[in-house]
């Protein structure tokens, strides 16, 4: 049987949908804490797909479409 996880500890694809609302109201919305979570996810990011031994177009095409998505946004603000 695995061990008990506590439910501020478990992953958003962990969480069931009943049990949203009381994970979000765990999670840190400090500046601060916002600030770990996007450097965690960067981090993440770049091990999984730049920081390799034989590295691919993968991240940097996904990064570059990323960008192509936020100046479109930006340049059509209307649509």
């Known amino acids: ?3 008990a996880v506590l439910l501020k500890d478990t992953k958003l ?3 069931k949908l009943g049990q ?10 400090t500046p601060g804490g916002i600030m770990g979570a996007m450097r965690r996810g960067y981090d993440r990011y770049y091990n999984k797909y ?10 940097l095409s996904m990064l570059l479409a990323g960008y192509i998505v936020l100046s479109y946004m930006w340049s059509y603000s209307h649509v």
């Open 1 to 3: 049987l695995p061990a």
């Open 13 to 15: 694809m962990d969480v």
């Open 20 to 29: 949203l609302g009381s994970w979000l109201a765990m999670r840190d919305f």
């Open 50 to 59: 730049i920081n390799v031994k034989k590295g691919g177009l993968g991240g």
